[in-house]
């Protein structure tokens, strides 16, 4: 049996040094703001910077990763003798995916002999960053290539993804979500509580009235689907709002003595969309 | 002063009158009124009083009068308010019920009291306004019920106000002692005791107005809220100004028998008798009516192709109301929207017009609508609005394309024009202006429920006084589903209606959530006093601005930003309150509002707060803290 290495992208929400750790390759997407023509990746910018910029009025655009540069990863990787998983962002929020299993279809006819397997894990941020962080344990247990795609569909839709957002302008423009007027009506004091369902789309679920009640919503989220409440491997991102990040950690600490496992910052990907103020529970639960 | 001191000083007055001119004196308490022995020694004049029966000319004689009596005395009632805010006027609000049912009855030349009465009743079931009004007239409602023959006596008369007590009493969630409700109560019970052979109309009111004065007197009594504010009950006083107006008629006192009967006060509901209720200053409420027919054209687009789906999409995102379907090359549209231009714009890139019909839906067309419950009352005076059915209005081409009912509806009650604007943005389809001073009555209600094509129809009183007209007009409107959230200030109902999910498919969850929300809302206000009181412990003098949260006075300051902070301060210093809502008011500078929220953000920061421009007139600031 091959090696494997265990690809994903930037949508993952995970730092590349983090990623290097657990021996995960990645590649980003890329951004551009309105105001200027440069085309960004997450780590060409700090994340307080891209906050703050989008504070400021710019508008932030995507673009999802392209063939080629999956192409030349996955063939390096084919060459130094090792088979390729590639665990990607939602289809529902990008083309990433496709543009990789694209490149998976060329190298494939190139190279009969790899493997070369590609999951879309309908999931975004940190919630990817889960999944990832799952399979890899898994690899780590000495799951073949086969066993470990075969665990990450099974468990993806039961990655849980729970968001809440400061500001609903920023989802609206980004059009990643379809909420109508009668759904939000007014956005003053108005919070949503949205989560990415089993097509892997971004869905507003619920309103609250204030920015403590979304947290508290979040969490009751978590008591009601998490598996093992106490045990859960969590993770929280949070767009630029450590101090509602830290809040709702320490409820789920509150209710269920669990520790969040992992705090990290809401990549450009999704924060473009979302918007500073985005903040965002993962979690391993009963179904999304 | 006191109302009972007034009453008094008003009988005496009376007795004076007729002491000039009949030889009896009325030398008893003037309170009381002379036996009718003494009476039946006076002359031609006064023959009426022995009358046995109450026939349908005399009752509508003393229905104005009445009316006339009230309105002479409305301020006085004002006046009587419990908390020293502008608010509640009791006096204006019963004034105004009576005299819608004056106008019902103001053509009906008839000698059947039923007929006068039932007329009288229904105008003041659509005429009610405020709390007090809506019992008022629920009381007559309930008499009107047993008054069913040409004419009545005494007898019949007691029993029919019974049933009168009985049914106002049951139009209250919870009937308090000490207000209206007891004083019908308590002069009813003792004229219909006091009853013999020998009784005549006359004697009968005459124990029946004493009685309502001596019961009303003994409100404080039964409420410590009156007692405390030195009032007697202001429904009650309105009842029972009512009454000694329908009693002066049988005394032989004059009414000015105007048929006038306070059209001159009549404020919001006169619109100028245009045709189109449109004119230059009038805003767009409502938005356009649009239909049109479009044939598809090959020369501009694939007419087989053409995306109907990807065309309701567009629709949404201007209007709503929406109809579009296509039959082979010629798509239906139907859509209520402010910006009819961008349909046709939008249409024309696929093909031509067969027909265009856009109409202008804030435009009140005259036409009275076929609904027998409310044409009933005849003629509409021309301050009653005119019953608006805009769906009627469009229906007449063949190839109608009927507005389908959509499912939800909110109907609210605003104070302002900036909470006009914010409750149509939250998705209110009609917004009635009113509040404090100017209450909307239960026909206002129905009004707007009229401009609205949906299956439910939530309502959002926004006012103490309100709710029991907006119930009203629920209980009588046929054509929908209505709900009233019971929300008493603008503040729960901007909580509740943000909380109004128009997609969700099961009513009561929606009306459950909505009731949730307003469970964890503490609203609160600032108010200018109008007169010194001691309330609550808190010394508060005439000027001062009073700091209300709930039902409870908790602060009052002469300078008004102290006042408005100590509000601040008690309402989030409450379990629990992380969001507060505050609405400006017009009277509220700018600096006014710049040291509020420099002081919130300063004491509580961790306190959500947004600020709302209101528009509201009287109070500068409306707090909602959740």
Known sequence: MRDYIIVTDSGSDISVETLKEWGVERRSLTFRFDSDDVEYTDESMPFTDFYARMRGGDVAKTAAVNTEVFSLLFENIVKSGKDVLYIGFSTGLSTTYNSARIAIQDLSEKYPEAKLVAVDSLAASAGLGLLVSLVRDKKNEGATIEEAAKYAEELKLKVCHWFTVDDLVYLKRGGRVSPTAAFFGNMLGIKPVMHVDNDGHLIPVAKVRGRRASIM??????????????SCRVFISHGDCIADAELLAGELKKRHGVEVEFVTYVGTVIGAHSGPGTLALFFVGKER | MALKDKIKGDKAKRAEKTDAKKSVSKKKSPAKHSSHTEEKAEGASRRKLNIKYLGGLLFGKMARSGALELESNADEVNKLNVFPVPDGDTGDNMRMTIESGIRAIENVDSDNLADVMKALSHGMLLGARGNSGVILSQFFAGTAKGLSSKRADPATLGHALEMGVKQAYSSVMTPTEGTILTVAREAVQYAVRRINEKSTIHSFFADLVREMHRSLEKTPEALPALKEAGVVDSGGAGLFYIMDGFYRVLNGEEVADTKDTGKQNEEKTAHAPTSFGFNENSEMTYGYCTELLVQLQRSKCEPEKFDINAL????????????????????????????????IAHMRKFGEFLTVKIENMSVQHTELKDDKKISETKPQSDSEPAPVNTQAATDNSDEVIKAEKKRYAAVAVSLGDGLEKLFTELGCDVVIRGGQTQNPSTNDFIDAFKKISAEHIFVFPNNGNIVMAAGQAADMYEDARVHVIPTKSVGT???????????????????????EAISRATPGYVSPSIRDANLNGIEIKNGDTIGIVGKEIVVSDANRMNATRALASHMLSLEGKYLLTVFVGIDATDEDRAALEQFIAESYPDVEVYFIDGGQEIYPFIFVAE
């Not at chain 1, 919503?217 to 106490?230: F, I, Q, T, V």
């Not at chain 2, 909580?495 to 009731?515: K, Q, R």
């Open chain 1, 217 to 230: 919503a979040m969490a009751d989220r978590y008591s009601e689907l998490a598996k093992n409440p106490s």
């Open chain 2, 312 to 343: 309701l999409d567009f629709l949404s995102g201007i209007g709503d109301s929406i109809v579009a379907f296509q039959n082979d090359s010629i798509v239906k549209i139907h859509v209520h929207t402010f910006t009819p231009e961008l349909i």
């Open chain 2, 493 to 515: 109902g901007y909580v509740a209606l943000s909380c109004l999910d128009f997609t969700a498919e099961d009513v009561d969850v929606i009306i459950e959530g909505m009731n």
